[in-house]
């Protein structure tokens, strides 16, 4: 809470302090106090028509707020190069080759070569060190110091925190101003560019998730904002909390407003970005441009493939997970391919008898039948992920002719009842005092239809999903608005799982409802032979 509060109160206040004296948590916006005074300039892509503003600072083309573009002459003369960062495609694949300085590249086999210029002071030297080591142990990159490679990074202690995108050939400069850049979360960003990462706010994506405030943005830094519309996506979805994310602030007019702001209200404003180092996504990303060559993937071994069962029998599968990191910091999971029958909810991973066994134990829904394939995943903390794939299938033990339908009955006491359709499309569905009648029985399918015995091609559905909609039948259309998913006493509309069928007692109607687990929202599926066990099985209401 004091950390939030202080970047809450540091934002408002930041011009003042910095002007006064150093601090290493804000050293991106000390490169925003740099940039409002430098001149600015605009050049164009390589191979197309877009054009670049950017500012220029000690010879340098910055964009973005801490990217360099190039020398402004060059910049100038020649352009810029494409965004794309490109694979590596020297036949030897070794440093020593000299790649186009046209381009922007991955760096051969995963090692960043660095060197710091002389002027360098010594005792931030080691900083540096520390925090490139950090990290290495979350991901599968090595930073080598070593000035006698010819593609390497030198680091200067320039006006601020910036970097070039990519691997460009030769040395190529990266500063971390002792006056504020040389902490762990903001070497780690430079270096991420250097390896070949932008922004996460510049993804082409990103106008899914958040809104950029143009009108607050100072004049002149709306470049710094754009996308890059070429670069790739499909590494990890959008990190809110990513190293390489802007804070809400950034070169903001009105400190009180910020320029850019999520699109999910559980995001706060101030949790845009962070100061304390890569995120699990980031080093995803990392990982997804540099895989790794000896970090194997997790181990999934299942002594049986697929099972058969009776309903309403629990099912227990023994798995045993390998990983060279232990089994422990694994993420296990399991997920189903048919909620109606086997609900995620309904799946628990236990301990097994030895560390590396992990219980996979599978409860199917009440009275349910058919099949299930459930997908076991394993993820280490490199991001490499394994699965597996277990086939469960639920038997009936006697399937007579009328054995797979059933009454529904509210918890209150009343029954899911067809009535018939003026039109033949559209059939109302009633709550009516529960007689077994034809019109009262349905079948809960595998695939999540509710259909009714009266016509076999009608199921219980919603125009659309959202609350206070009314359930009616309909003919069976594929469509999650027509799926349902049985879990206990409760019946959840596939298209949104929040919402449940439930009982307007008021109105006397059944529709959806946000889940609440009152009795208006418990359902009982009784057999047209336990009619006469209704008091039974509904004490509260008879």
């Known amino acids: 809470m004091i950390h939030m509060t202080l970047k809450c109160y540091m934002r408002f206040i930041l011009p003042v302090i910095i002007t006064l004296f150093s601090t290493s948590l804000y050293a991106f916006e000390r490169n925003e106090l740099v940039l409002l005074n430098a001149p600015t300039a605009t050049s164009f892509i390589r191979g197309t028509d877009e054009r670049v503003t950017y500012h220029i600072v000690d010879g340098l083309a910055i964009y973005g707020g801490d990217i360099i573009l190039g020398e402004h002459k060059d910049i100038q003369k020649n352009g810029i190069a494409p965004w794309t960062v490109k694979s590596w495609s020297s036949s030897e694949d070794v440093q020593s080759g000299a790649p186009s300085t046209n381009t922007r590249l991955r760096w051969p086999n995963g090692i960043l070569y660095y060197s710091f210029n002389s002027s360098y002071p010594s005792q931030y030297r080691q900083r540096v060190r520390d925090a490139l080591k950090y ?23 320039g006006s601020g925190c910036w970097s070039y995108v990519g691997m ?34 510049s993804r082409k994506d990103r106008d899914k998730y958040v809104t950029i405030h143009w009108n607050n943005i100072q004049s002149g830094m709306e470049g710094n904002f754009q996308k890059q519309s070429d670069t790739d ?58 895989p790794s060559e000896t970090n194997e993937k997790p181990k ?29 910091k694994l993420k296990i999971g399991a997920q189903s391919d048919n909620l109606a029958l086997l609900p995620d909810s309904n799946i628990l991973i236990e301990k097994g008898d030895t560390p590396s ?7 199917p829904a009440k009275d349910m039948t058919g099949v299930a394939k459930v997908t076991i995943r394993a993820a280490d903390e490199q991001g490499e992920e394994t699965s597996a794939v277990f ?35 559209i059939f109302p569905v009633k709550p009516v005092y529960c007689q077994a009648d034809k019109n009262q029985l349905w079948s809960v399918e595998t695939n999540g239809f509710i259909r009714s015995k009266v016509d076999k091609e009608v199921c ?36 949104n799982r929040d919402l449940v069928l439930d009982y307007y007692i008021s109105s006397l109607k059944f529709g959806l409802w946000d889940f609440h687990g009152g009795n208006n929202q418990k359902w009982f599926f009784v057999k047209k032979e336990q009619l006469y066990s209704l008091p039974l099985l509904l004490p509260s209401v008879f």
């Open 135 to 157: 990290v290495e142990g979350m991901t599968n990159v090595k930073f080598v110091e070593d000035s006698r490679q010819r593609n390497r990074v030198v680091v200067e202690n």
């Open 168 to 201: 460009l050939g030769g040395t190529q400069r990266l500063s971390l101003s002792t006056n504020g850049c040389v902490i762990r979360a903001i070497v780690g960003h430079e270096f991420m560019h250097a390896l070949g990462i932008y922004h996460e706010q």
């Open 233 to 290: 996506t499909t590494a990890t979805s959008y990190d809110y909390y990513s190293v390489m994310h802007y804070h809400a602030w950034a070169f903001a007019k009105n400190r009180n407003q910020p320029t850019i702001s999520p699109k999910d209200p559980n995001i706060p404003l101030d949790d845009l970005g962070n100061y304390d180092g890569l995120t699990k996504s980031d080093a995803k990303t990392i990982n997804w441009m540099y």
């Open 300 to 328: 999934i071994e299942m002594k049986v493939s697929s099972a058969e069962i009776k309903k309403n029998q629990v099912y227990d599968l023994v798995v045993d997970f390998y990983d060279d990191g232990g089994v422990e």
């Open 357 to 363: 066994q992990r219980l996979i134990v599978m409860a």
């Open 391 to 425: 086939k469960l299938t639920v038997k009936d033990n006697d399937p007579g002719p009328d054995k797979k339908y059933t009454m529904i009955v509210s918890a209150l006491g009343a029954c899911v009842t067809l009535e018939k359709s003026d039109d033949g499309k």
């Open 460 to 495: 219980l559905q919603v125009s659309e999903v959202s609350r206070g909609q009314i359930v009616f039948a309909a003919k069976c259309v594929d469509d999650d608005n027509n799926r349902w998913a049985v879990e206990k006493e409760f019946i959840r509309n596939l298209a």
